[in-house]
């Protein structure tokens, strides 16, 4: 079919299901399939990609030199903290929002989050909002637990971010029926992936508020990675420039490890500081794109954005950010495809773009169990919602932790430790089959525990295992 004749179909379709999200998400989704009919190959030409020039990315130590601002309070109520919220506990054997999970001392991710700027607001006595993105998926849930904070220093926003209609592959058509969110519908639609967040939140008219109120910048990250804590170092970077040199985007970034090769990474390209995704990579130069070597690091998702700027640029409408097209198989076998957009690739449409390479400690999401055992050890110490690595750690490297699949809920994984083991001296830990740990178990070095199918293996308590493999069956049982 013609385009035109596409999105009329389209426009059809929306009509006769009775419309009735905003008229600006309608516009949004149009405006965003518009653009899928219309780019033909890949997005990014390979042999245009170049490395950043030199001081598009400064170190982070080079920022932290400027020290600190003359008045700090004065600084942060320039700031707000912007989470992205919208994502489900689903690929952890969670229902409900992700930042429900409970991943350190009871306390979960929103818990965490809104200690960390209590204890900002209450230390410099000022007055940072958190506004929290969330999706048709998050908002009702994180609504009902929001009243516990009621009495905390500080104001929580929220507003949602678009509801786009998951697409058929074959007839590129939408595959809702009705408005819906039940029944035959109830995965007919999806939040649009977090570059959505400059629509939304312009639209919501919470933008304007937070501009009225003298709010300058928004530090934007994922919620579940506890290492994106407001850094006034960086703030500081960005509000003391000269108005006509303000930067008005700032990326951080961090050295890449084998563990991170998927990780978008910062570009060059045709002028402009430019986020490269996996997604966008042709097939034959994936490996080169995981490579360490060439592409140094990678892309935290911790942003520092100007307000005014986002405001000046969905007006203009001039924010072109790369489709992703994320191909799904629905539960009933069928095809479908998803319209995304990610909030870093914007960072080619601000002035005076930058990356700032951040140490580690600032890139600690919790994706996985695997993930979680690291954050609940005592490799880290918890102060005032912040983790820092322990001092009692010789090393400033994480372990690299592999659970296997009986551990990937958080229920089984909760089930099969009586405590979490002292890890403090632990290089590598893989654990596949049925494991349990007793209680006050010490890992060093390696270790790498394999129970066959059918075994079980059960670490006695008080065991310390250092470079150890264990394997077979190892059952200890109460006499």
Not at 206 to 216: F, I
Not at 395 to 411: A, C, I, N, R
Request: aromatic share 8%; with cysteine; glycine share 6%.
């Amino acid at each position: 079919k013609t385009e035109k004749t596409q999105i009329f179909t389209l426009a059809g379709v929306f009509k006769k299901i009775r419309f009735r999200v905003s008229r600006k998400d309608f516009s949004g989704f149009k405006n965003l399939f518009h653009r899928f009919l219309q780019v033909k190959g890949p997005s990014v030409e390979w042999a245009k990609i170049n490395r950043p020039p030199e001081d598009s990315i400064q170190p982070y130590e080079k920022i932290k030199a400027k020290g600190l601002p003359n008045n700090i309070t004065e600084t942060l109520n320039k700031l707000v903290v912007v989470k992205l919220n919208g994502g489900l506990g689903t690929s952890m054997g969670c229902k409900g929002p992700k930042s429900l999970i409970s991943v350190r001392n009871e306390n979960t991710f929103l818990d965490l989050t809104v200690q960390q700027i209590e204890h900002l607001n209450k230390t410099y006595n000022a007055d940072v909002p958190l506004v929290l993105m969330n999706s048709f998926n998050t908002d009702e849930d994180t609504k009902k637990i929001l009243q516990k904070y009621s009495h905390h220093r500080v104001k929580i926003h929220t507003f949602n971010q678009s509801r786009y209609p998951r697409i058929n592959k074959e007839s590129l058509l939408p595959i809702a029926t009705n408005m819906g969110m039940t029944g035959e519908n109830a995965e007919a639609w999806y939040p649009p992936g977090h570059g959505d967040i400059y629509a939304s939140f312009h639209n919501s008219g919470l933008l304007d508020n937070l501009l009225a109120e003298g709010r300058e910048y928004m530090f934007v990250s994922n919620i579940d990675n506890l290492g994106a804590t407001v850094d006034l170092f960086i703030l500081h970077h960005l509000i003391c420039q000269p108005a006509d040199k303000r930067c008005e985007f700032i990326m951080e970034v961090t050295d890449k490890t084998r563990a991170d090769v998927k990780g978008g990474t910062l570009i060059q390209y045709e002028d402009h500081l430019r986020l490269l995704e996996i997604a966008q990579v042709p097939k034959a130069h994936v490996d080169e794109f995981k490579s360490v070597t060439k592409f140094k690091i990678f892309n935290t998702n911790n942003l520092w954005i100007s307000l005014s700027a986002i405001k000046r640029l969905q007006e203009r409408n001039s924010m072109d950010l790369e489709i992703i097209v994320n191909p799904k198989t629905l539960d009933g076998g069928l095809n479908v495809i998803q319209l995304e957009t990610a909030v870093g690739a914007a960072i080619k449409s601000f002035n005076n773009a930058m990356g700032v390479n951040v140490p580690r400690s600032r890139f600690l999401p919790v994706k996985t169990s695997s993930d979680l055992l690291l954050v609940m050890s005592n490799l880290y110490s918890l102060d005032a919602g912040s983790l820092t690595m322990s001092k009692k750690r010789e090393f400033l490297t994480t372990p690299h932790v592999k659970l296997g699949s009986s551990f990937t809920k958080v229920q089984d994984f909760l089930t099969r430790f009586e405590n979490i083991p002292d890890m403090l001296e632990l290089d590598h830990l893989t654990v596949s089959g049925d494991v349990t740990f007793g209680k006050n178990v010490s890992l060093k070095g390696t270790v790498i525990i394999i129970a066959n199918h059918g075994d079980r293996i059960d670490i006695p308590a008080g065991a310390m295992l250092e470079n150890k493999i264990v394997s077979g069956n190892l059952r200890i049982l109460d006499h």
